[in-house]
């Protein structure tokens, strides 16, 4: 009998020991994963995106909208009417064709691309494998931003997840529902960045800031497309 109690003595201590390593590394697992998936998204918009569509981007943020001739993007009033932002991209068209989407929460994706394989212009996607993660209203902050997740997309529009099954958002730091002109927007899409709202499942980092303070940007994990993200070079001190 008192060997079995030794036992279990020495099996809930092994067990006290071993559950908060396993929380540990489940943690750094996630992390590891949000970074991979970020950096993937990354290369796919420069890289393949960006080059099929010929630096054409895919929102309607500029006056007049950037268009491929003959493919004019959705009417921003069309958009609007579906929950979304008309004025904000949405990476939902890495799977759906920005220039016929309709609505994704009642099409399948779009897998007929206007590609013309001449020219080498056009989308040419599915850009990356849908896991089936899909926009939730309940899974990031609905109150931090003006007519919440809509700008980044609607409920149900595909989306790419970070290590915590949230969905990873690109901002382009305007203010909501803003036109832009042609030097504006070029200065606004310089600092885009892909963001996850982390461990917390809240988006802290403003949308409406060019360069971010790391303070602000609370558990987010913040990847910069085209430039140096200068906020980490000065909590480094260089």
Same mark, same amino acid.
């Given at each position: 009998?008192l060997e079995?109690?030794?036992?279990?003595?020495?099996?809930?201590?092994? *067990?006290a020991?071993? !559950?908060?390593?396993t929380?540990g !590394?489940?943690?750094?697992?996630?992390?590891?994963?949000?970074r991979?998936?970020?950096?993937?998204v990354s290369e796919?918009?420069?890289?393949?995106y960006?080059?099929d569509?010929?630096?054409?981007?895919?929102d309607?943020a500029?006056?007049?909208p950037?268009?491929?001739?003959?493919l004019?993007?959705?009417?921003? +009033?069309?958009v609007?009417?579906?929950?979304?932002?008309p004025h904000h991209p949405?990476l939902?068209?890495l799977f759906v064709?920005p +220039?016929?989407?309709?609505?994704a929460?009642?099409a399948t994706l779009?897998?007929?691309?206007?590609y013309?394989p !001449?020219s080498?212009?056009?989308?040419?996607g599915?850009?990356m494998?849908?896991g089936?993660?899909?926009?939730?209203?309940?899974?990031l902050?609905?109150?931090?931003?003006?007519?919440?997740i809509n700008r980044?997309?609607?409920?149900?529009?595909?989306?790419?997840l970070?290590?915590w099954?949230?969905?990873?958002?690109?901002?382009v730091?305007t203010?909501?529902?803003t036109?832009l002109?042609e030097a504006e927007?070029? !200065?606004?899409w310089?600092?885009?960045?892909l963001?996850?709202?982390g461990p917390s *499942?809240i988006?802290n980092?403003?949308?409406d800031?060019?360069?971010?303070?790391?303070?602000?940007?609370?558990?987010?994990?913040?990847?910069?497309?085209?430039?140096p993200?200068t906020a980490?070079?000065t909590a480094?001190?260089?």
């Amino acid at each position: 009998m008192l060997e079995l109690v030794l036992v279990l003595v020495v099996l809930t201590a092994l *067990g006290a020991m071993i !559950i908060p390593i396993t929380e540990g !590394i489940g943690e750094d697992t996630r992390e590891t994963v949000t970074r991979s998936v970020l950096r993937d998204v990354s290369e796919v918009l420069g890289n393949r995106y960006h080059s099929d569509m010929h630096g054409v981007l895919f929102d309607n943020a500029m006056n007049p909208p950037m268009a491929l001739p003959g493919l004019p993007f959705p009417d921003p +009033q069309y958009v609007l009417e579906h929950g979304r932002d008309p004025h904000h991209p949405q990476l939902m068209f890495l799977f759906v064709n920005p +220039q016929r989407f309709g609505d994704a929460n009642l099409a399948t994706l779009d897998t007929d691309p206007t590609y013309d394989p !001449i020219s080498r212009r056009g989308w040419n996607g599915p850009y990356m494998k849908h896991g089936g993660g899909r926009i939730h209203l309940d899974r990031l902050d609905d109150t931090f931003f003006p007519g919440g997740i809509n700008r980044y997309g609607a409920p149900g529009d595909p989306a790419l997840l970070d290590g915590w099954g949230r969905p990873i958002v690109l901002q382009v730091p305007t203010n909501p529902g803003t036109v832009l002109t042609e030097a504006e927007l070029r !200065i606004a899409w310089r600092h885009a960045r892909l963001v996850s709202a982390g461990p917390s *499942g809240i988006l802290n980092t403003p949308p409406d800031v060019l360069l971010p303070p790391l303070d602000t940007r609370g558990d987010d994990f913040v990847l910069f497309l085209s430039v140096p993200d200068t906020a980490l070079d000065t909590a480094s001190g260089t």
